[in-house]
Structures are given as structure tokens and as C-alpha cells.
């Protein structure tokens, strides 16, 4: 039980049942669709870059509570940083919900949240999908899997 | 040799108890349980409550000793040796193939072909008679409940012949409209493939009608009995089906083993489907000529310990009976109707009149596959998602679905634990 408690913390049921940052964006500078064929689950991720900056970013789609949360924690992460610094976290990102439950992680802030999913190996896709969905828009890809 | 174990643990299990000799058959589902051992593991520190069997069910002891006893008393390759070893191998394998054919029905062992599964199967019939008989403008049927398996292949058979798919449609209830079926087929469908029974929603197709119906219209019919075979009673002449196939796993056997039951003119009229050892009757460097059946569709060295595995699950199926595992298996799917209906928030997907063993369900406000990794935690394992059908999600208008799936084994009290296991997860988001 205590797993499941690290798994759907306070912060991930809040973001499940009312996401931030749910909505399209008009006219996005970048745009792309993840999927993950394992569940059938769907994220549409919009993003507006302005020089360098992410100005603004969105998603719609369904998913379950760890994709919804992960996408919602996500787009509030990111509003505000830079490209690069986007980039960065990812990787950071990357490495939390990929690290074997017993070795220490960095704390990523509200991100962290998600580190629980170390003890579920097979929601790690679900972890990550809006992040690889994020580096498939910037790269300017359409679409995206986790698989 | 390899018969004598399965067959008697398989007897074992139907001993009607002492004294009532006269309840032939009675069955006892503790005695059932206890032929499969992975039942007695626990999960996440609690007893296994196995749901998960239109996936794949679990193996008795019996089809694990069948397999243990060919390796390690006989295996050796068939069909190619003068030896004692070779021999011996190969009447085993051709006593599983005869053994399918009794299950089935099939008027003849050579109208039995080993495969890998049922995808194989299907697709076996896609690439032979598939490219000889559907071109260009021709049409081939299906119905909006089929597995991928049982749809992925005709798609690529119909965009490589220039054929075009036609989609019979469900109701709301997870029915196929028969008469909906038949205003697709005419002069131009060259074959009609349905599933006997969808494991997204477990409803269960009135083949027998539709068959009925398709051959008036002069079309032949495949059956996608993956799911079926291993619930009821099938009888390929009965039914008068043109192919049948299924899947050794579902059957209690073991993975990587597969049936295509073909009628024996329509199997000779085809071409192989793979080329190489076995299939052939003489090569030279120009050219060959064709093995008999089954062995023209048998190319390579065959899963010799799968085709005994599954002969030695067919006859602990048989030793028990489908008018007994049918029955306990209806019971149960009326109990855990009634019990998924009652928590709150539930909704079954998939109402169908005549349904098995199939209880595919969504909860308001939790996505499936947060139901199915906190039920886990609670030992009960169900699947979650598309159920490789996602059309039948897209009718549904659900990304996915949570499913509890019963075989023989399952108990009221495991439905009970799944029920548990749910209030648990209207608890976590609560
Ligand atoms: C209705 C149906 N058809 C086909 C299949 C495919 O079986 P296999 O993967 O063993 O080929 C399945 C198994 O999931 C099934 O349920």
C-alpha cells in the first residue's frame, strides 16, 4: 500500500482530476501527438517558442492519471524557460523516473511527484510520454510513441 | 508414454467423490485449482487471483509434465529419422494432431494444420487462398468486434489485391447485426472472417446462423475460435465452417502452438504458405513439388513439445467436460455481472445476450490502467487497454477498458477479492 501511495501522491490525484494548461493553443509555434500503443492513450502537446523562450504551452488527449499528471505537472514546469533549459530537464526528468527505486534521485520539485512510478516499472511509459511528446514538438516531429 | 501422465492427473481431477459415484463429472472447482500450480503463488503478498485468462489462462501440471516428459525422454526431430527416438516423436506429435481433430471434430487429421498461434492461422489463410481467390474489386467481410488478428490480415490482404474490406456493424450492447451482415455479402465477397467470440466484450457470434447465411450467399466463412475453443463445445462439421482457427495457449496449452482447421478440398485447392523443409514432396535446384496435407502448410521443424503440450490440455479440457466448465464458467460471469454492477461508478462495455466468460468494464473518473495497477497491489490481475481491438474502443467511444476474464479455475470468492480490490481504488481517488 505504501507503494500506491507513492504512486498516486496528493500533487498527481490533484493534476488527474484538474489538469493545468488543458486546452489547445491556436496558432502553436510547435505542435506534436504522443501515443502510447501499449494503453491506447493519446496527448495532443501545443507549444509557443518566442526567441528562445517558452512562452506558453498546452495539452488535450486522454490518459491515465500518471500521463494526465505528468503532462499537467509538465506544461507548469516549462512556461517560462528556455528551449535549452527545456532540454535539460528532460533529461533530468529522464533519469528520475528511470533510476532503480533504492538509489537516491534529485529533487526536480513538483516533478518529483512522478519519481514514484520507479516501484511500477511498466507506468514509466506513462511517466514520460508527454515529456518524449515535448521533445518530438520541439524537434518538430508529429508524432511521437513512447514504445 | 507422453499421454499416461496428462491423462491421469487429468482423470484425477473428475474422480466424482466417494460414494456418489453416480454425480459422473460433478465438478468441484477446489479439485480443478489444485491441478494448476501457479494458483498457489501469491502476488504482492497475496494469493494469485488470476483474471487475466482471456489473455492467456493458466497450465496444468499435466501440460507441464507432457512437455518435460517429451524433452526429456524422447525429443528428437519428426518426420525425418529412422530412429527409435524420431519415431517415437512423431507419433506423439501426429497423436496431438489427432487429438485436435477429435476436439474439434474434423473429419479428418489432415485437415488440422500446426501453427504458431491463431494469428498464424489467419494469416496462413490470407496469404493462400487469400491471393487466390480476392482481386481486384473483390470484397472480403468482417465485423467491427474482431481482434487485430482477425482484421490487420485482411486489410493487407485487401490493399495488396486491390480488394475492398467490409465492415459488419455491433449495437450498444456489444451484438453483431446479423441482418447487417448480410446486406454485405454478394457476388464479389470471397470470404467472410469472424470471431466466434470477441475477447473485448465476450460476446459470443451465432456461427452457426451466419455460416448458414454466408454459404447460401456462396460465400466460405473463417471462424476466429481463439477465444471460444477453450469455453464450449466446437464442432467444425456441425458448424460447417471453411477454416476454424485457434490458439494452443488459450486452450490451457502452452504458447507458441497453434491450430488452422481447413476443409480438405479447400486446404488442397491452396498454395504453401511458407516454403522450405518438411512442406515439400521432392525439390531439385528448378524446381518443387508439394507435401500432402498438413505438411504442405507445415514448413520447417514444428513445435513438436507445443503440439504434445496441447494435446495433453485438450484431454484434461475433455476430461472434465464443457457441459461443466460451461456451466460453473455462466454461473460465475452472472455473479460478477451482478457484482461489477454494484460499484459505484461501474459500467460494464459489452451486454450481450449470449456472452462468456468476459467482464470488460470502465469506472467513472479512473482510467482503466490506474485500475489495473492498484488491483495488482491487491494480488488480482486483470488486463487493461485496447485488448488489441481498438475499434471496438472507438464504438465504445472508451481509450480503454479494465477486464476481468473467468476460466474454469476461477472462484465467487475471487470476484468477491476483485470487488475489494475495486473499493479500494474508488478509495485512492476518492
Ligand atoms: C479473439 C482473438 N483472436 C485472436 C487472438 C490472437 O491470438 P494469438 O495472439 O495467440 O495469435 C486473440 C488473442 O488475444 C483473441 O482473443
Not at chain 1, 500506491?4 to 490533484?14: A, G, K, M, P, S
Not at chain 2, 453416480?22 to 494448476?36: H, Q, T
Not at chain 2, 467513472?364 to 481491438?389: K, L
Request: glycine share 8%; charged share 20%; with cysteine.
Amino acid at each position: 500500500m505504501s507503494d500506491l501511495r507513492d504512486l498516486y501522491q496528493e500533487v498527481i490525484l490533484d493534476h488527474n482530476k484538474r489538469p493545468r494548461n488543458f486546452r489547445a493553443i491556436d496558432v502553436p509555434t510547435h505542435f506534436a501527438e504522443g501515443y502510447n500503443p501499449l494503453c491506447g492513450d493519446r496527448l495532443k502537446l501545443y507549444v509557443k517558442v518566442d526567441g528562445d523562450v517558452i512562452t506558453d504551452l498546452a495539452f488535450l488527449g486522454s490518459g491515465c492519471a500518471i500521463s494526465k499528471a505528468s503532462a499537467s505537472l509538465m506544461t507548469d514546469a516549462l512556461r517560462g524557460r528556455t528551449v535549452a533549459e527545456a532540454q535539460a530537464l528532460f533529461e533530468r526528468f529522464h533519469h528520475v523516473v528511470t533510476t532503480p527505486p533504492d538509489q537516491p534521485v534529485e529533487d526536480l520539485g513538483k516533478l518529483s511527484a512522478l519519481a514514484g512510478v520507479r516501484e511500477f516499472p511498466v507506468r514509466v511509459k506513462c511517466a514520460s510520454l508527454a515529456w518524449h511528446t515535448l521533445k518530438a514538438a520541439l524537434d518538430r516531429t508529429t508524432l511521437t510513441s513512447t514504445e | 508414454m507422453t499421454t499416461t501422465t496428462p491423462l491421469r492427473s487429468a482423470s484425477a481431477s473428475m474422480t466424482p467423490p466417494r460414494g456418489e459415484a453416480a454425480v459422473r463429472r460433478a465438478f468441484d472447482v477446489e479439485r480443478v485449482r489444485a491441478d494448476f500450480p501457479i494458483l498457489r503463488r501469491q502476488v504482492h503478498g497475496h494469493p494469485l487471483v488470476y483474471l487475466d485468462n482471456a489473455a492467456t489462462p493458466q497450465k496444468p501440471q499435466a501440460v507441464l509434465d507432457a512437455i518435460v516428459s517429451y524433452y526429456t525422454e524422447i525429443n528428437a526431430n519428426v518426420h525425418r529419422g529412422v530412429h527409435d527416438l524420431s519415431e517415437r516423436a512423431t507419433t506423439a506429435f501426429e497423436a496431438a494432431r489427432e487429438k485436435v481433430r477429435g476436439f474439434f471434430n474434423a473429419r479428418e487429421a489432415r485437415e488440422i494444420v500446426f501453427t504458431r498461434n491463431a494469428t498464424e492461422s489467419i494469416n496462413l489463410v490470407a496469404w493462400t487462398f487469400g491471393r487466390t481467390n480476392v482481386g481486384r474489386d473483390d470484397e472480403v467481410v468482417v465485423t467491427a468486434m474482431e481482434h487485430h488478428s482477425n482484421l490487420v490480415p485482411w486489410q493487407m490482404l485487401c490493399e495488396a489485391a486491390g480488394a475492398r474490406l467490409r465492415v459488419a456493424p455491433i449495437d450498444d450492447r456489444g451484438e453483431l447485426l446479423v441482418d447487417e451482415l448480410e446486406r454485405l455479402l454478394g457476388p464479389r465477397t470471397k470470404l467472410l472472417a469472424v470471431t466466434h467470440m470477441s475477447n473485448a466484450l465476450g460476446t459470443v457470434n451465432a456461427v452457426e446462423d451466419i455460416v448458414r447465411i454466408a454459404h447460401a450467399h456462396g460465400v466460405p466463412v473463417l471462424i476466429d475460435g481463439s477465444q471460444a475453443a477453450y469455453h464450449m463445445k466446437v464442432d467444425v462439421q456441425a458448424l460447417d465452417c471453411d477454416f476454424y482457427a485457434a490458439t494452443g495457449h488459450k486452450l490451457y496449452g502452452p504458447t507458441g502452438i497453434g491450430v488452422l482447421y481447413g476443409k480438405a478440398a479447400l486446404l488442397e485447392s491452396m498454395p504453401p504458405f511458407m516454403g522450405g523443409g518438411d512442406m515439400i514432396a521432392s525439390v531439385t535446384l528448378e524446381k518443387s513439388t508439394w507435401n500432402v496435407l498438413p505438411y504442405k502448410f507445415e514448413a520447417g521443424t514444428p513445435h513438436i513439445a507445443g503440439a504434445i503440450g496441447l494435446g495433453a490440455a485438450i484431454d484434461y479440457i475433455t476430461g472434465i467436460g464443457f457441459d461443466a466448465i460451461g456451466a460453473h464458467e455462466a454461473a460465475l460471469l452472472a455473479y460478477g455481472t451482478e457484482a461489477l454492477s454494484s460499484v459505484p461508478g461501474v459500467r460494464l462495455i459489452g451486454t450481450a445476450r449470449r456472452k462468456a466468460s468476459v467482464l470488460s468494464f470502465v469506472m467513472e473518473g479512473v482510467h482503466p490502467h490506474d485500475i489495473g495497477t492498484i488491483v495488482d497491489r491487491e494480488g488480482v490481475a486483470i488486463r487493461t487497454g485496447h485488448h488489441c481491438a481498438q475499434p471496438v474502443m472507438a464504438r465504445f467511444s472508451v481509450p480503454a477498458t479494465a477486464r476481468a476474464s473467468l476460466a474454469m479455475y476461477n472462484t465467487r470468492g475471487e470476484i468477491d477479492t476483485l470487488v475489494r480490490a475495486l473499493e479500494r481504488v474508488r478509495e485512492v481517488f476518492a
